[in-house]
């Protein structure tokens, strides 16, 4: 893979790729890294080149590169020939990356969500994987950091500190957020962030929902924002409809725009997403998603990253699944810049 400094700048304006202004429209493609021959996957499998190939150039896709991905199912040791695919055909076709480093809810690879403990310091500790997070980030920094496609490290997705039995976590009823929720994902960030700048001078972000989830509600958000460990700000937004710049006064995206201004970070909303299928027309989705990018481009976001591509999409059900042939890509073409 082709050596080089980091592609991707900041500024508070927002991204610049190759030194000049990129406004990023692109995807989510969770299962990029799935191959049953070598990992348990997650998904289906994706033929990379059709994938890559069908994007605008130089787009920015945003994909699991989780421990498990990068495991041998039948031996249990790492494995890393589904990710060095993802990156080999991102490579070939001219496109970057957002490596989601790990999951809040645990998906597709233990299973368990992770709580305010794992936040204080149990991201260090072995867990049932062979590394620890802590391990699994230095491991997949250092394989990567050569890469030119790799546009910013996602550190971990939707991250919440909140206390609650791991049966209990995926119900937000029974979610108890610890009032120093903020403090704890700060310092987590802090130290992920340094950890990720000792083998890489990619930059990073944290794939914050940004809708007043534990430990970023308000002007908590802002707070975290302001680590050193993220160059990068994220919301997600699925609002459904034509509407720019969704929720509330506290916790919309207006506030946030407004909060990653303060703190002088570009913020990219890297999950847009809307149901199409049974309960609506991909043509009507792609025209709503179209119009909240344009919409939060002009507000100041940095990109936006529709949720998600999938190879087999279920038109028959009401899913977020965008296939190869949605209408959503011409809009994708129209506003992706760079």
Known sequence: MTTSSARVTVSPGGLRLDGRPWWPAGLNAYQLGTNYSVNRGCGAEVDLDAYFGALPPRSLTRFDAFQALATNKATGQLDFTALDAVFAAAERHGQLLVPVLVAQD????????????????????????????????????????????????????????????????????????????????????????????????TLTTVGFAGGGQCGTQGDEYAAVAASPGIDILQYHDYSEGPNPLPGNEWDGLARRLEQARQVGKPLLVAEIGEHAGSCRSEAVRASDISARMTGQREAGSAGALVWAFVPDPRPQECTFDVGIADPIYAELRRLNTG
Do not use: H, M
């Open 106 to 201: 645990g998906a597709c690879e233990d299973e368990q969500y992770k709580t305010a403990e794992w936040f204080r310091g149990g991201w260090r500790q072995p867990g049932a994987q062979a590394l620890s997070y802590e391990q699994w980030v230095g491991t997949a920094v250092r394989r990567w950091s050569g890469s030119a496609v790799v546009a910013a490290w996602d550190l971990i997705g939707e991250p919440e500190p909140a206390r609650c039995s791991f049966a209990q976590c995926g119900s937000q009823p029974q979610q108890r957020c610890p009032p120093d929720a903020a403090n704890v994902l700060r310092s987590f960030v802090d130290e992920v962030g340094a950890l990720v700048r000792t083998s890489s001078d």
